[in-house]
């Protein structure tokens, strides 16, 4: 995570200047997680539980056909059917740990991430979600949200009409790219043609949702390739797009050959270009990396998330969002297997894979609400919840954002302007705790 050094008036500057920062999607972000004490952490989880409120379920499934070379997230590079039940197998014994204190507590959504969680038949995960259900003590008809993570090389007609067969009401489709050389530069087996026909598919297989996905500031993209992307992706006509910003991290495919970051300005145009198109094509802007016209909003789970909602995660690399805590079951992109191996080794000693992650307080949650919501932050449900106005609590940080252009804040609520959506991942970190920011100056990349 690029920070600034915290202050309004660095991040105004910073606005002006055209300067990027990667993707917030969580806060704290990962590089703030160190190794907790095992009874503060499962302390930290059980009154979290102890709150009521509903689940929402992540399952991590980190196995891949590849490891694209700009991914930095949990995968392992696997198609060992045997592997793959094993882990289904451990992954319903690890939410038998969570069992006894999330008794009674409904499940709002369900989501398979990965990874490449469509390298799983649809046996394998209607097996999966089936002891889930059983575990945990819910029907995934009356999920709101039951959603797979694919690779377009992995999905056929048959397959996603299995898919589903077995509950599946929501797909989430990696194109990343329409151009063959970006996919080839990635790693991608499929051409261009393929994986746009796979979309397809599944855009007529019957889903409530299909979420096609597209990055900017791959290797090798030009401005023009990058229209071209936009444009058939908005062809395909999913219901919700995301444009996502490329992150570069050490330890990828991208780092070992030395690939360098895409100028800011020229990011912030590709930008432009997708939010104007997208918008002119019927999507409503939802957040800075994901446009709609689906009736019950992009990304369900996600949107509980940044409403402080309770997300469960469970599997290898998984990460769960909780009231007292975040945690995370592992996680390497240097040493993949080894996290596996000792994923399956502490479900079965101790119950579940909780290694590291961040114990959260009164601060850091008001933090947290305020940052992830800032897109449209409501004022009295922040009181209501959380028992203080952001607004009042960061007065001179809003003043600052709102004379820059960036924010509106009124009685109701607190709004990022178009600049501010243009600029979001700067203008959050005029909100980051110096603990946070501490942290994520200390990360060691070698080391997770």
Same mark, same amino acid.
């Given at each position: 995570?690029?920070?600034?050094?915290?202050?309004?008036?660095?991040?105004?500057?910073?606005?002006?200047?055209?300067?990027?920062?990667?993707?917030?999607?969580?806060?704290?972000?990962?590089?703030?997680?160190?190794?907790?004490?095992?009874?503060?952490?499962?302390?930290?989880?059980?009154?979290?539980?102890?709150?009521?409120?509903?689940?929402?379920?992540?399952?991590?499934?980190?196995?891949?056909?590849?490891?694209? &070379?700009?991914?930095?997230?949990? &995968?392992?590079?696997?198609?060992?059917?045997?592997?793959?039940?094993?882990?289904?197998?451990?992954?319903?014994?690890?939410?038998?740990?969570?069992?006894?204190?999330?008794?009674?507590?409904?499940?709002?959504?369900?989501?398979?991430?990965?990874?490449?969680?469509?390298?799983?038949?649809?046996?394998?995960?209607?097996?999966?979600?089936?002891?889930?259900?059983?575990?945990?003590?819910?029907?995934?008809?009356?999920?709101?949200?039951?959603?797979?993570? &694919? &690779?377009?090389?992995?999905?056929?007609?048959?397959?996603?009409?299995?898919?589903?067969?077995?509950?599946?009401?929501?797909v989430n489709l990696g194109l990343q790219s329409a151009a063959d050389a970006e996919l080839r530069s990635i790693g991608r087996r499929q051409d261009a043609e393929a994986a746009t026909a796979a979309v397809a598919t599944a855009v007529a297989s019957g889903f409530d949702n299909v979420c096609v996905d597209l990055i900017y500031g791959l290797e090798g993209q030009t401005f023009e390739s990058w229209r071209m992307s936009v444009e058939a992706a908005i062809t395909l006509g999913p219901p919700t797009i995301c444009a996502y910003a490329l992150t570069l991290r050490p330890r990828t495919g991208y780092a070992a050959r030395g690939y360098a970051a895409v100028p800011a300005t020229e990011q912030y145009a590709k930008y432009d270009y997708a939010h104007a198109a997208l918008t002119a094509a019927g999507y409503a802007q939802e957040t800075h990396v994901r446009w709609s016209r689906a009736a019950m909003g992009g990304y369900v789970q996600k949107a509980k998330h940044w409403a402080l909602g309770t997300v469960l995660g469970l599997g290898a690399g998984a990460r769960g969002y909780l009231w007292e805590c975040d945690y995370r079951c592992g996680y390497s992109a240097r040493a993949r297997m080894p996290v596996l191996r000792d994923w399956f080794d502490r479900v079965d000693r101790v119950g579940h894979g909780r290694l590291d992650g961040y114990l959260m307080d009164h601060d850091e949650r008001l933090r947290k609400a305020t940052i992830l919501g800032l897109g449209h932050l409501d004022r009295g449900w922040a009181r209501a919840v959380l028992g203080e106005d952001p607004a009042e609590r960061f007065a001179a940080e809003l003043a600052a954002l709102e004379h820059a252009g960036a924010m509106t804040v009124d009685e109701r609520s607190v709004r990022l302007t178009a600049l501010g959506h243009r600029h979001r991942d700067v203008v959050v970190q005029a909100f980051c705790s110096e603990a946070v920011r501490e942290a994520v100056r200390g990360h060691d990349y070698n080391h997770g």
């Open positions: 995570m690029r920070t600034l050094d915290g202050s309004a008036l660095e991040v105004a500057a910073a606005l002006r200047d055209d300067v990027a920062a990667d993707y917030v999607y969580m806060y704290p972000p990962r590089q703030a997680y160190r190794p907790v004490a095992a009874e503060q952490l499962d302390a930290a989880v059980v009154q979290s539980l102890a709150r009521g409120d509903a689940l929402n379920l992540y399952v991590h499934v980190p196995f891949c056909r590849q490891i694209c &070379a700009f991914c930095n997230l949990y &995968a392992v590079a696997s198609r060992d059917e045997a592997l793959f039940d094993r882990y289904v197998d451990a992954v319903i014994a690890e939410a038998r740990w969570y069992a006894p204190h999330a008794a009674g507590l409904p499940v709002d959504t369900l989501y398979l991430g990965g990874g490449t969680p469509s390298q799983l038949s649809a046996a394998q995960l209607d097996r999966l979600m089936s002891g889930l259900e059983r575990v945990l003590d819910f029907d995934r008809g009356v999920v709101t949200e039951v959603a797979l993570e &694919a &690779a377009p090389d992995t999905v056929t007609a048959r397959t996603l009409a299995d898919y589903r067969a077995v509950g599946i009401n929501r």
